[in-house]
């Protein structure tokens, strides 16, 4: 169970910002972001310790119907690859010292565990089903997933992790959260719908078309009588459409909500992560800092959707979670000003507003 935030400490926090020798409100952002880390932790004085990145991997059936030019080998490819270093994520892992855990959660691929230790394999399944013609998992295997993730963070959080970041690979995984934002907040689906890695303006038509039938035959069979897109069971619309590492990447947020880590936010694919699991708890909202809006078509529109403000809008698109470490020197800066900077009564200087 994901416990709120304490507002009624919101009060006392403000006030130590509100303090600190500078105009009110003139570090802007930082300043509610500090307010944000405070009430996560409860404390005039935040820390973060041991940051994390989890990038789980995973295919999509949806991918047989032409909706992404990523080939579906690419996905266990890059996997070895993050291994061996040479990845966008490990870059920016490496920069900004996140310790990064590559996992295994739904690739349609063996990896050979003596050749690739770097991959923890926790696979469900070798891929999702094709969710044009029948739902992505089965009940049993989205409770799996959601477990792959909390073991994941349970693992980071006993080596003194209190900020946490997720990423993912899966070619075509664009689609499921095309189709999540559309269910889940009532979105025109054509504005859900973008170019993913590089589809060319015929291509999206297509994926549309793919998703729009996709969304149909669903609704058909489980729309609640008298119930509005956005009032969808969440875990019901995961299970139907999300790929193993989103299922993955939605239980590591909530185990994370649920032990008081801050969760950094990436693009496109993490938002309809954290989207669903702000319908199943919605408390774990409190503990989410969305680090970057992307440059996939509706994104902006699913973080208006969701009162989302980013940290970061830097036209990034690559996913794996680089967003999010991208915006964490920013996470440092807010906890920094409200630990570091002095206030007007210690420093003596005349506090004029």
Excluded at 9 to 23: E, R, S, V, Y
Excluded at 44 to 59: K, M, Q, R, V, W
Excluded at 190 to 213: F, I, M, P, W
Excluded at 325 to 343: F, K, L, R
Aim: net charge negative; aromatic share 8%; hydrophobic share 40%.
């Amino acid at each position: 169970m994901i416990q709120p935030t304490d507002k009624t400490f919101t009060a006392t926090l403000q006030d130590k910002i509100d303090n600190l020798n500078k105009p009110k409100g003139s570090l802007g952002r930082l300043e509610s972001l500090a307010l944000q880390i405070g009430l996560i932790q409860h404390t005039l004085t935040p820390c973060l310790t041991h940051p994390c990145h989890i990038l789980f991997g995973g295919d999509h059936g949806i991918g047989f119907e032409g909706v992404t030019p990523t080939p579906r080998e690419v996905t266990w490819q890059q996997m070895i690859n993050y291994g061996l270093g040479g990845g966008g994520v490990n870059m920016f892992c490496r920069q900004h010292g996140f310790q990064l855990r590559v996992v295994d959660a739904g690739v349609d691929y063996d990896f050979d565990q003596k050749k690739f230790p770097h991959v923890i394999s926790r696979k469900i399944a070798y891929g999702t089903k094709n969710f044009l013609h029948e739902a992505a998992m089965s009940p049993g295997e989205w409770k799996k997933a959601l477990a792959v993730g909390t073991e994941q963070v349970d693992v980071c959080a006993a080596e003194g992790c209190n900020i946490i970041s997720f990423g993912e690979m899966g070619a075509a995984n664009t689609s499921p959260s095309s189709v999540i934002m559309h269910l889940l907040l009532n979105i025109p689906l054509e504005q859900c719908v973008g170019a993913g890695s590089g589809l060319c303006r015929d291509g999206v038509r297509h994926k549309y078309e793919v998703l729009h039938e996709a969304v149909e035959r669903f609704l058909a069979n489980n729309e609640p009588v008298g119930v509005k897109l956005p009032l969808m069971d969440g875990e019901k619309v995961g299970t139907y459409f999300a790929g193993f590492e989103m299922a993955a990447a939605v239980g590591g947020m909530l185990r994370a909500a649920e032990r008081k880590m801050i969760i950094l936010v990436d693009g496109f694919i993490m938002t309809a992560c954290v989207l669903l699991a702000s319908r199943i708890e919605p408390a774990v909202m409190d503990y989410a800092v969305f680090g970057h809006q992307g440059d996939e078509g509706g994104h902006k529109l699913m973080l208006e959707g969701m009162g989302a403000q980013p940290l970061l809008h830097l036209g990034l698109r690559l996913g794996e979670g680089t967003g999010a470490i991208c915006a964490y020197p920013i996470v440092q800066s807010a906890v920094n000003m409200i630990n570091e900077m002095d206030n007007f009564s210690h420093a003596n200087i005349t506090k004029y507003f």
